[in-house]
């Protein structure tokens, strides 16, 4: 599914100045695409300073080109199909075929190049939210650069000044374009490789959509009623698992670039937020948890040890956001046997959703159609029957033989003798 | 209101393996049954740990059985009726009796076991939110468990391994089943009863309802427009004052499993807060607030000194979630003289709900009928008239003769000369 | 644009006892009125205790009367007019002349005396968020002291107990009387002015409106789906700029009373939190952040150095609050060619708003007709073109040559050579 395109800079194209030299304008570096949403974990890193890399969720890390001293990226702004679980694709913006786009992995001190070539058919500009930086690159169309243009590519400069998490995102109609999938996740790894390292180091960005069921393409004025929630434009079931090796450290990076605060949850273990976009949080700062509340425009990496083995839910504490697309405006038939008119209303109501009036369970045995593209929404099948999710859900694996390195989902878990129930 | 059932296991049944013997499973203990909204404080543990039992706001604490070393607890997931305030009852879901159902109360060490019988007319579960538990107790249908079908009875097993505060609510159709009220607060004493000592130590939970003015079934796909804002299944004027003795060291545990952030604010005191659902906050961590953001799937117990005498407004700040149902939906009319016009249009659209032109204080002067079963929007009455809230709001009443143990509400407090104003 | 009215108290009028002589009462202080929506930073203290003031964006502070050792206040709660940005004015509630009122400030210790005086069409009263005071000095209607009856005038008395940032709004017909714009600043500055000292020293409240476009009257029983996300009831391009020289410390105080969580977001500086309502927070407790969420009745005081020159974005991280209002509920035209069918549906739908099948920076060229006093949706120009935001949207300006206690816009930010990009 990798595929690579050569970008050749057009005349015209808008580029940065001062340190960009005649030579180096000229060639701009081929931009990797990843069409899929598998989870790719990269490999260390080829040349450069060391470092540790991250595992992006369902995501992957941009491939850079040392040039006399600088690390240099190339980002695509364009259109992406996204699937956002099986049976489901979405018509996004993204970047380098992906939304979001690749994650940017650099070293504290780094000076970093990113050509940003705009296949949108609208103008747009990227913000690096959180870093430190020449005024002049912060990414604010209007204030500290020009929009641009279609066709376009524009050239970021600026030194990696300050480790940590952060993201990138547009801020030029800004809106929309979150709204149809365009962010991405940038790490800053400290200088020293062996400070603040942990066994798995995941990072994935909070986003949501709202793609009325049979439809592919986001509606983006929606303010707060989205109908998909999603982590790194996925959907439970299509979200992958965390695996890890029982007694690893586990690092969690979140970053939430969607319109409403998300409560992430784990169960069977306590954790600690380690680390915002703002810096480390010192170790007298910080609180035990097993809910952070992550507030849109927040970075939070979480931090804990895979104690317990097992499959640990790990999920947004909202409830809607752990459902797919369908069914929010149904009234309430708890009480009222409506198998014989259902079929009735449906007939004069096609988007009629019914609801037991034994409780939502039994929505399957209503044997409802579903329009085409469009995920149920309550999903999912584990070892023990119907596990009735969707949005924003995975699991936390904790196996006692996963390798480190290893991020292939390790299959369900097997409850030894007396911590399983069964009937008598 | 008292009364109490003795449940059989039939034949079956859905029993723990493990650590239940034959002898065991034969005999499912007694489950107590509370049907009233008032606060009951708990005797002293009359067998097992010493601890110093916590007060639930509106509720109850379950009795348990002592059997080869193990606490055991029985609940039934059933239908309950609720009271929400005087004037208001709800037909929800809940356990033995209630929703939310007993708090449960065990010591750091303890080996409990709980059975759980499914009286609803769908399948449940009971995750152990916060608990560190083998993950085949932990409660997630599909994964770590089938479903409990309905008529059946299940048993969890886990030794409580960490003192705290803990919630517990289904999580198989987890949504419907917490919008209709499924819910409970758990408590984890630590071993040594002097540890974290507090003179008064309250427990609630914040949830919300949306009930149709004249009905009393929530309609379950409500995501983020509630009418009702509860604290365990409560509204003001029904929620119980907090009342303590001047100089006692007050905590409050707050855990919310509504869909939203609960600002929860007091009046006339700073506190902070000492403990999560993850465990308790170092001192060097703690932020000396007035307000503080519960999120959803959060645990928070504040702490402070009733040092002043009075009654102190304690709320959600989020200004509608102290109201009741109605009236959100009603044009301005502030500056139009409505009075004339305003029975015409009632006539036509029955359900219309004018707001005086010179606010809503003077809602009560157009003498709208309000449906069956419905509460005012705005209520109450105080020393000094009209209160004019409803929803999370009540007071805590500082005294200086409030008895150690006594939690009747003490009245409305007297002002001491010079502290309170009057016509001149 | 200043001016002042003398306010005789007549007969009858509501008076605090105890404290208050006859004498007090017989005169009460002349109220300041100011009617426009400059910054107006505020003269050093004339009397009583020496302080460093605050700085109120788009606002001012109230002068007081020493009389006796009482600091005197007169607050006017009346109708008022508030420019919310150019082009748009608001028909709001506030106090003397302004919505928000006048931000307070006295020091720790100081004996202060308001005389709120109640011009609104119905009863109000007025709540001093996050002080110690004596219970009958609360404010809370119908709890500690009667409703403000129109017309009358209500004497608070207390001493300011701690230093620290809090709020003042009704606790009378709350909801209604603070959709209207009615709240303030309050600033108890601590004993010794050299405690907690700042270069800059900011305050504002985040608050919102719900007007329809070609309105001036906020609709007042809006819950959540407001449309104008304000800042001291001002939008972008209305907002003032926060002027700093570089190197300052800088301290903004934002106090939430709207009705959602605002995360305040800045760019290119990391800050702490070092104070809320409650006190000032520990150093060992304090985060590193770009972004922190602000909840409803929560004030936070961030802090950083002014270190980097330039033109950095300060704003609500909800992309839809940094939106005017208009056009939240307009389809997804991305990939349908509208121009030619666009007009014909204006003419069927007056309101309705295409949203260009290349995103949403093309509306400008429909040309559509914007109603009277409503503003655009995306807003502003700089240097570098179109800026495209609204609502709580405004830079944080640093600059050389700023003079200490100027607060006068310096204009936008010329870009040193190296550090802008442009066409090559």
Same mark, same amino acid.
């Given at each position: 599914m990798l595929s690579r395109r050569h970008f050749l800079a057009g005349a015209g194209s808008l580029i940065g100045a001062g340190l960009v030299s005649k030579a180096g304008a000229a060639t701009i570096p081929e931009a990797q695409i990843v069409q899929h949403a598998d989870t790719l974990p990269p &490999?260390? *890193? &080829?040349? +450069?300073r060391p470092f540790h890399p991250v595992v992006t969720l369902n995501g992957w890390s941009a491939p850079w080109r040392m040039k006399n001293g600088w690390k240099e990226f190339h980002l695509i702004a364009e259109p992406v199909i996204r699937e956002?679980? &099986?049976g489901m694709k979405a018509t996004l913006w993204g970047y380098n075929g992906s939304s979001p786009g690749p994650t940017i992995e650099v070293v504290e001190g780094d000076k970093v190049r990113i050509f940003v070539t705009n296949k949108l058919p609208e103008p747009t500009s990227i913000h690096w939210h959180g870093q430190r930086l020449p005024n002049g690159m @912060?990414?604010? #169309? +209007?204030v500290t650069q020009p929009q641009i243009p279609v066709g376009k590519t524009f050239v970021y400069e600026f030194e990696a000044r300050r480790a940590g998490t952060f993201m990138y995102h547009p801020h030029a109609d800004e809106v929309t374009q979150m709204a149809m999938g365009m962010m991405g996740s940038w790490i800053t790894h &400290?200088? @020293?490789? #062996?400070?603040?390292?942990?066994?798995r180091d995941f990072v994935f960005l909070l986003n949501a959509y709202d793609i009325e069921p049979g439809s592919s393409t986001p509606k983006v004025n929606t303010m707060t009623d989205f109908n998909l929630w999603t982590w790194n434009s996925r959907v439970f079931p299509g979200i992958a698992s965390l695996p890890c090796r029982q007694g690893d450290r586990v690092r969690i990076r979140i970053g939430n670039l969607s319109m409403t605060n998300h409560p992430i949850h784990i169960h069977g273990h306590e954790f600690e937020v380690t680390g915002t976009d703002g810096g480390w949080v010192p170790k007298t700062a910080r609180w035990p948890e097993v809910t952070t509340d992550v507030a849109v425009g927040q970075m939070r990496a979480i931090e804990f040890d895979a104690t317990d083995l097992g499959d640990w839910a790990f999920h947004c504490h909202k409830g809607h956001h752990t459902m797919n697309a369908m069914g929010h405006d149904v009234p309430t038939m708890?009480?009222? @046997?409506h198998r014989k008119i259902a079929d009735k209303i449906i007939r004069i109501i096609p988007d009629y959703m019914v609801m037991g009036e034994r409780g939502m369970a039994d929505m399957g045995e209503m044997e409802m159609p579903i329009p085409d593209n469009t995920l149920p929404m309550m999903s999912g099948h584990g070892p023990f029957g119907p596990i009735e999710m969707g949005g924003m859900f995975t699991l936390v694996k904790v196996r006692? @033989?996963?390798? *480190?390195g290893d991020y292939t989902d390790p299959g369900w878990y097997r409850h030894p003798s007396g911590s399983v129930a069964r009937e008598a």
């Open positions: &490999p260390l *890193p &080829p040349n +450069g956002l679980a &099986p @912060d990414g604010v #169309a +209007g &400290p200088r @020293d490789p #062996a400070l603040h390292r942990a066994d708890i009480g009222v @046997d006692k @033989d996963q390798k *480190p």
